[in-house]
């Protein structure tokens, strides 16, 4: 009987997680920690950061195959709203349902810092192609540049969904840092006597304008654009249950249960595809303690992805500040080039930091309101963006 | 390292220029809608029964002085101040 009672301890041990854990499970689970830190303790977009690092600890947890790669188990399923491209348009309802448009439509030109915007998403296309990525994984490493989540999970999700959760990583911790990564570009590509430009007040809108701004734009851009119906429809679907007035039912539900609870199967299910395979791109045999494996994780997309998406981040940045230098030339000084920063669709993080930089310069400049039409702007443009990528290169 | 700069080159151009177009012309259909909307409104206005004409009988309200439409205005640009604040912290939540 002892020896039974012996053998089934020695049974117990070699199927637990201790004699199958491999360093990179190791290693992933250390970082899983660093990012429920940074979520937690630090503030960086906790709504998707805190899922997506409880998500890669789960997949690293060894034997328990909880990937979402691992058939049969609940993360597997629930990744499926991933998979198939459910997730990402719901939640950019509920987004919709908590945007205002009305800055935009009353000043229709910061349409175009919206797309200036854009340009760090195609020029870290090439970037990424430099770096030895095929072009469907520089189209999703580019598309960080658009500083949508959403977006970057969808068009991940279809071009190259091995790099989901690296991706997915990158996107939101960027995002998060954007009041830290835009004003050192806004004050370079500015002037003192730009920044300190008082726009003028914008005119109100009308109801009737904020009703038919979302069905002609869900109309005008599923036409010239099929692959941005998705995400650019339920975005409008969302607007238009808030601007109508007559579903608050629905308007509330979209953005509060119905969003939260796919951002918790989305953070999650992206999280645990964060394997150490492709995270750290080494293998279960690979040893942590020679230098040829650290070589390697080094080398790895992971890092690449984050170098490449800090450079959309700024080039978007960039992009939208100097077309925004561009409209201020052309308006002869009425158009302040800092609102163009936020043309990154970090709704509505980059309005603020556009607001806080002009404050500096001059303390009764009120930029929030002016800088909000080019920030949604961008979450138009980047879903326009991501079509044309799902189109060309899908 | 092999790159097709012929494929690179187009997703660059077609990326840009279809995204710059796509929003000019939704500016120029704003632009349309506001006007539209605009003329209706107005015709709507001009439909109600006219208010201005009343009896001269009526006392005179004592007219408002000019100052007061800046701190009207000024209120209502912090009154837009506020909501926008208030509309990204619920954002945030």
């Given at each position: 009987m002892w020896e039974r009672f012996l053998e089934t301890i020695r049974d117990l041990a070699l199927d637990s997680g201790f004699a199958s854990v491999s360093g990179g499970q190791i290693l992933m689970i250390l970082i899983s920690f660093v990012l429920m830190y940074l979520a937690i303790k630090k503030g960086f977009e906790p709504l998707l950061l805190l899922p997506i690092a409880f998500g890669m600890l789960l997949a690293n947890l060894p034997v328990a195959g909880l990937s979402s790669y691992d058939e049969g188990n609940l993360i597997y399923y629930l990744y499926q709203g991933v998979k198939l491209g459910v997730y990402p348009p719901i939640i950019f309802l509920g987004i919709g349902c908590m945007t205002d448009f009305g800055p935009l439509i009353a000043r229709p030109s910061s349409f175009l810092m919206g797309a200036a915007a854009q340009l760090g998403i195609f020029i870290t296309f090439v970037g990424a192609l430099l770096l030895g990525f095929n072009p469907q994984e520089a189209g999703s490493i580019g598309i960080i540049g658009g500083a949508d989540g959403p977006t970057a999970i969808y068009t991940t999700s279809i071009l190259a969904p091995d790099l989901l959760g690296s991706i997915a990583v990158a996107a939101y911790s960027y995002m998060a840092l954007v009041p830290i990564i835009q004003p050192p570009i806004m004050k370079l590509l500015t002037t003192k006597k730009e920044r300190q430009i008082v726009m003028s007040q914008l005119r109100p809108v009308s109801k009737l304008e904020k009703i038919v701004f979302p069905v002609a734009v869900t109309v005008l851009v599923s036409f010239i654009v099929p692959s941005a119906a998705s995400l650019v429809g339920m975005l409008m679907l969302g607007n238009l249950f808030k601007e109508s007035g007559v579903v608050d039912r629905l308007n509330k539900t979209a953005q509060n249960e119905l969003m939260n609870i796919v951002t918790i199967f989305l953070g999650t299910t992206v999280g645990a595809t964060a394997t150490a395979e492709r995270?750290?791109?080494?293998?279960?045999?690979?040893?942590?303690?020679?230098p040829s494996t650290w070589a390697k994780i080094v080398t790895s997309d992971t890092i690449k992805i984050v170098l490449l998406g800090l450079c959309a981040f700024a080039l978007g940045t960039a992009g939208g500040v100097l077309f925004g230098k561009l409209m201020c030339w052309a308006t002869k000084g009425k158009v302040?080039?800092?609102?163009?920063?936020?043309?990154?669709?970090?709704v509505p993080m980059a309005a603020r930091v556009s607001q806080k930089v002009g404050q500096k310069e001059?303390?009764?400049?009120?930029?929030l309101m002016h800088a909000m039409g080019p920030n949604v702007s961008g979450v138009i443009g980047s879903a326009v963006a991501a079509g044309v990528l799902i189109s060309v290169l899908g | 390292m092999n790159i097709d700069w012929t494929l690179a080159g187009s997703v660059i151009f077609s990326g840009l220029v279809i995204v710059f177009a796509v929003l000019l012309i939704l500016i120029a259909l704003v632009i349309i809608c506001s006007k539209i909307t605009a003329a209706i409104s107005n015709g709507a206005a001009k439909k109600a029964p006219p208010s201005a004409n009343k009896p001269t009988n009526q006392p005179k309200k004592p007219a408002a002085p000019a100052a007061t439409n800046q701190p009207a205005m000024a209120a209502q640009g912090e009154e837009d101040e506020i909501a926008a604040v208030i509309a990204a912290a619920i954002h945030c939540m």
């Amino acid at each position: 009987m002892w020896e039974r009672f012996l053998e089934t301890i020695r049974d117990l041990a070699l199927d637990s997680g201790f004699a199958s854990v491999s360093g990179g499970q190791i290693l992933m689970i250390l970082i899983s920690f660093v990012l429920m830190y940074l979520a937690i303790k630090k503030g960086f977009e906790p709504l998707l950061l805190l899922p997506i690092a409880f998500g890669m600890l789960l997949a690293n947890l060894p034997v328990a195959g909880l990937s979402s790669y691992d058939e049969g188990n609940l993360i597997y399923y629930l990744y499926q709203g991933v998979k198939l491209g459910v997730y990402p348009p719901i939640i950019f309802l509920g987004i919709g349902c908590m945007t205002d448009f009305g800055p935009l439509i009353a000043r229709p030109s910061s349409f175009l810092m919206g797309a200036a915007a854009q340009l760090g998403i195609f020029i870290t296309f090439v970037g990424a192609l430099l770096l030895g990525f095929n072009p469907q994984e520089a189209g999703s490493i580019g598309i960080i540049g658009g500083a949508d989540g959403p977006t970057a999970i969808y068009t991940t999700s279809i071009l190259a969904p091995d790099l989901l959760g690296s991706i997915a990583v990158a996107a939101y911790s960027y995002m998060a840092l954007v009041p830290i990564i835009q004003p050192p570009i806004m004050k370079l590509l500015t002037t003192k006597k730009e920044r300190q430009i008082v726009m003028s007040q914008l005119r109100p809108v009308s109801k009737l304008e904020k009703i038919v701004f979302p069905v002609a734009v869900t109309v005008l851009v599923s036409f010239i654009v099929p692959s941005a119906a998705s995400l650019v429809g339920m975005l409008m679907l969302g607007n238009l249950f808030k601007e109508s007035g007559v579903v608050d039912r629905l308007n509330k539900t979209a953005q509060n249960e119905l969003m939260n609870i796919v951002t918790i199967f989305l953070g999650t299910t992206v999280g645990a595809t964060a394997t150490a395979e492709r995270f750290l791109g080494i293998t279960p045999e690979d040893n942590l303690l020679l230098p040829s494996t650290w070589a390697k994780i080094v080398t790895s997309d992971t890092i690449k992805i984050v170098l490449l998406g800090l450079c959309a981040f700024a080039l978007g940045t960039a992009g939208g500040v100097l077309f925004g230098k561009l409209m201020c030339w052309a308006t002869k000084g009425k158009v302040n080039p800092l609102i163009g920063s936020a043309g990154v669709s970090a709704v509505p993080m980059a309005a603020r930091v556009s607001q806080k930089v002009g404050q500096k310069e001059n303390p009764g400049n009120f930029l929030l309101m002016h800088a909000m039409g080019p920030n949604v702007s961008g979450v138009i443009g980047s879903a326009v963006a991501a079509g044309v990528l799902i189109s060309v290169l899908g | 390292m092999n790159i097709d700069w012929t494929l690179a080159g187009s997703v660059i151009f077609s990326g840009l220029v279809i995204v710059f177009a796509v929003l000019l012309i939704l500016i120029a259909l704003v632009i349309i809608c506001s006007k539209i909307t605009a003329a209706i409104s107005n015709g709507a206005a001009k439909k109600a029964p006219p208010s201005a004409n009343k009896p001269t009988n009526q006392p005179k309200k004592p007219a408002a002085p000019a100052a007061t439409n800046q701190p009207a205005m000024a209120a209502q640009g912090e009154e837009d101040e506020i909501a926008a604040v208030i509309a990204a912290a619920i954002h945030c939540m």
